[in-house]
């Protein structure tokens, strides 16, 4: 089994470097954990090629046998890694065979071999930790960063999972309307027996809940519950947060919960666009020195931060100047060479920035800085892009030569 799944990593690997900008794969791996082949999915935003110094996150999807709901998942993760809301993220699609079994944990009332005892949670973080994780550090630029996502009964794996001896698996968890009930309560139990010893959990949690139909009236109590327990035992090293989806039904409750989730997961681990408008306001800080702090904060918390990247901070560097904060701008499109100095586009930011803040030989001085980089062509442009911005830097100094 162990050479089998080694040679099954090569070829994969070897697949994913031939198949350059395909966006979505199909995989197959013999599954010690379950003693079967078992499918999983893996897919990526285009700007996984399109910024190819990027490392990616990763977001576990339970339920990716649905191709409705996984779709959706790929769909909300793409946008909002596109428009730089949320940091760089693959997608991973868990093909699960049996959900009514492969979300629920054994039953700890009886053996486990009891008859009728075959929940497989257990089985399944397995299959993710020994198997599945390996294959796609190994088969995608990915980093240390690893999100679940859970529906329903999939959402109740997210719950059982951040209150096992497992919960370091992941740094995040979301869970939209979960079912907790089963067994029992056995996973309710188990958080009210946790949560009050205040363990170290370094992790984000965020839940959901509906308001319309029968099912949001069983979980709504379920979720607030957890809340309860929170409230009751505060703890400095889990980020948990709880969301009423307002006029949504179980179904319903998906798209707005997972866009909402992402936002709040990506704004505890790295600085977004939100906390730099809100650090901005801050007339008497650097932002560096509030984006330094808040690093500092969550780091303390969650045990793990994501570190911004050049591109986003490019992008908020320029909503700045659309807002007419160009000494802000100047800030972060400063932040944002410190990562990248050879993307000329950041200086073009930059140069626009200083000439509005009336620094107009600064502004020359950065102008003369980009023809320099567009000389040495060290980001490989095209000819035609290199002779478009030399075009550009020309003009630019034409005008400031009238300022």
């Known amino acids: 089994m162990k050479a089998l799944f080694s040679l099954t990593i090569c070829c994969a690997i070897a697949f994913c470097c031939s198949a350059q900008d395909t966006l979505d794969y199909d995989f197959k ?23 190819p110094h990027d490392t990616f996150g990763v977001v576990y999807v339970t339920d990716a046998q649905a191709a409705s709901f996984y779709n959706n998942a790929k769909g909300i993760i793409d946008y909002l890694v596109w428009s730089y809301q949320i940091s760089p993220m693959i997608v991973v699609g868990i093909h699960n065979d049996n959900r009514s079994r492969e979300f629920i944990p054994l039953d700890k009332s009886k053996a486990a071999d009891a008859e009728g005892n075959n929940g497989q949670a257990e089985k399944l973080r397995q299959q993710l930790e020994e198997e599945i994780f390996p294959f796609v550090d190994s088969a995608f630029r990915v980093n ?22 497992k919960h370091d698996m992941f740094n995040a968890y979301i869970s939209i309307s979960p079912g907790m009930h089963y067994l029992n309560r056995q996973i309710l139990k188990e958080a009210a027996d946790i949560i009050p010893t205040k363990p170290a959990f370094h992790n984000f949690y965020f839940c959901t809940y509906g308001t319309v139909g029968s099912l949001e009236a069983y979980f709504e109590p379920q979720v607030k519950y957890l809340d309860s327990l929170f409230e009751a035992h505060p703890n ?25 989730g992402l936002l709040r997961m990506n704004r505890a681990y790295q600085v977004d666009q939100a906390l730099i408008q809100e650090f901005s306001a801050h007339k008497d800080k650097g932002l560096k020195e509030q984006v330094d702090a808040y690093y500092a904060q969550q780091k303390e918390k969650l045990g793990h931060t994501v570190p911004m990247n050049a591109p986003n901070l490019n992008y ?40 509005r803040t009336k620094q107009i030989d600064a502004a020359k001085e950065v102008l003369k800085e980009i023809s320099v980089l567009l000389e040495k062509n060290e980001a490989g442009l095209s000819e035609e892009d290199v002779a478009k911005r030399k075009r550009w830097v020309k003009e630019e100094l034409e005008e400031l030569e009238n300022e």
Request: overall charge negative.
């Open 236 to 260: 400095p090293t889990i980020h948990w947060e709880m969301a009423e989806m307002t006029n949504k039904s179980h179904w319903g409750t998906v798209a707005p919960s997972l866009t909402e």
């Open 144 to 165: 240390t960063f690893k999100a679940l996502v859970g529906h329903s009964r999939g959402g109740a794996f997210v719950a059982n999972t951040i209150f096992s001896d």
């Open 316 to 355: 908020y560097g320029n909503e700045m100047l659309e807002m007419g904060e160009a000494e802000r701008a100047v800030e972060l499109f400063d932040l944002a060479l410190e990562l990248n100095d050879k993307e000329t586009r950041i200086y073009f930011g930059k140069a626009e920035a200083l000439r």
């Open 29 to 51: 791996l013999p599954s010690k954990a379950f003693e079967k082949e078992r499918k999983f999915y893996v897919h990526l935003p285009e700007r996984y090629y399109s910024n």
